[in-house]
């Protein structure tokens, strides 16, 4: 049975904790007055980032005399300057406001959709009857056990920010932005917190419920002088799979694209789904090298690592398709109402959105499509990271425009909150892994596995 060193459990314990520490310094920096944030527009308008126009209309208003040499509508100009300037000033100081609880909002669902993928992975497998994965079933229910925590940390996030916060994430929880909006009012029905909240909850007990019996079948297989819980196993993943499409994507409009609530798209719940199994698949992979490595994993070969790297081309592909079909659509059509969702992303989020097709598309077809170098350790563990960062862009792109506007950046808040999220996956993963033998001993196709080859 696999020992989760001390080494490795510090380490975990470090990064959660000064993540954590980095975190609490991002929220206590964000709060910021208005007078300080009047002060800062000034300084940024005296570099020449914002309030050019105003000053030019002040200056033009100024200029505009009647006969008599006086200024016609004065005083009214510099009310409405004054008017204007004191509302744009407590929009960015919102945003400013917003930005730790984004940030943390971010990476605590980058994480949760990694545990997710490899349990909707986990199922195909036995769904399918996969021959060649069950010496990596181990590892994928290690994965699994950080899907209760993730979701339910997520879920009281995005709760506590419409709650506790100044409605920090989702606008649609801030009952002033209601009554005077239309169409979140039109959409009221399904997007308010009792529903959210109950929605979340009955996501995250499905997801626990076939996880709890999928690990504890497995285990029990082991022992057992039969194929009764395999079987078992079989059936229950099969109906997960239904359950799973269905709220994986009610999952993704309620904890994403609810963010703008005044924008949809059909294709959303696919195009979050291809982001979660890349991103599942690419931990997979990572895992077992580094317990291979360790000698733990002694009958897992290249063909294995040369399947899970096949996997990550293929699903990297398969986002960029949902993408593609997605961008293309909304753009081509300019519907107003829908196209404003990528006007703000390439007007304000050139980097992270040009780099994101970079890192989530080039960089794996061009690495990833020589089947020679998808048996090479490093060379899957370096694409590996690439697409790791590359979706964790993605999951920004889909928050920030609509939280933190033009005001995004990659500092402490983002930082600390990979941090946290990275060292509480690691410890709660390999913990679950202490907990049972990561070789199945009884699993009708371990053979076939031991012996997969091509």
């Known amino acids: 049975m696999y020992t989760f060193s001390n080494r490795l459990k510090i380490g975990a314990i470090i990064l959660t904790v000064l993540g954590a520490l980095m975190v609490g310094y991002g929220f206590m920096d964000s709060h910021k007055s208005l007078d300080n944030v009047k002060t800062m527009l000034a300084e940024e ?5 914002h309030g050019g126009g105003h000053a030019e209309e002040t200056t033009h208003e100024a200029m505009s005399k009647d006969s008599h040499g006086e200024t016609e509508g004065h005083g009214d100009a510099h009310a409405e300057d004054a008017h204007h300037g004191d509302k744009h000033a407590e929009h ?59 979701a ?25 932005v209601v009554a005077h909006d239309k169409l979140i009012q039109g959409k009221s029905g399904w997007l308010n917190i009792t529903g959210f909240a109950i929605r979340g909850l009955i996501f995250i007990a499905g997801w626990s419920l076939y996880r709890y019996f999928a690990r504890k079948f497995s285990i029990a297989q082991d022992e057992a002088d039969d194929n009764k819980n395999f079987k078992k196993t079989f ?37 979050v789904f291809a982001g979660m199994m890349v991103c599942g698949v690419t931990v ?11 000698d733990l994993l002694p009958m897992v070969n290249d063909s294995h690592i040369h399947d899970l790297a096949k996997f990550m081309f293929g699903f990297s592909i398969f986002w960029t398709y949902l993408w593609f079909s997605q961008f293309m659509l909304i753009w081509y059509s300019n519907i107003p109402e829908e196209v404003t969702y990528f006007v703000a992303r390439i007007n304000d989020y050139k980097l992270p959105f040009f780099g994101m097709l970079a890192m989530n598309f080039i960089f794996p077809l ?42 995004w950046f990659i500092g402490i808040p983002e930082i600390g909150s990979i941090l946290l999220f990275a060292g509480l996956f690691l410890f709660i993963v390999f913990t679950a892994l202490t907990k049972a033998p990561l070789t199945p001993k009884r699993n009708p196709f371990i053979k076939e596995s031991e012996h997969f080859h091509y």
């Open 45 to 49: 308008a005296s570099h020449g980032h």
């Open 92 to 150: 960015v100081m919102h945003q400013i406001h917003n930005r730790p609880w984004a940030a943390i909002y971010v990476a605590a669902f980058f994480f949760f959709m990694i545990a997710l993928g490899v349990l909707a992975f986990y199922a195909i497998q036995y769904a399918a009857q996969a021959g060649w994965s069950p010496l990596l079933l181990r590892v994928m229910e290690g994965i699994t056990a950080y899907v209760l925590p993730g």
């Open 152 to 176: 339910l940390i997520v879920l009281a996030i995005a709760i506590a920010s419409g709650t506790i916060g100044h409605y920090n994430i989702f606008v649609w929880m801030d009952p002033e």
């Open 235 to 271: 059936r229950i993943s099969a109906g997960f799979l239904v359950f799973f499409i269905y709220t994986e994507s009610m999952m993704s409009w309620d904890w994403i694209m609810s963010v703008d609530p005044h924008w949809f798209s059909t294709l959303f719940g696919w195009y």
């Open 284 to 294: 997979i992979a990572m895992i077992t090298m580094y317990l291979k490595s360790k």
């Open 366 to 407: 061009l690495v990833l499509m020589n089947s020679d170098y998808k048996r090479i350790n490093w060379f899957v563990v370096m694409a590996g990271i690439v697409i790791l960062l590359g979706h964790y862009v993605d999951v920004f792109n889909m928050i920030m425009p609509a939280t933190v506007g033009d005001r």
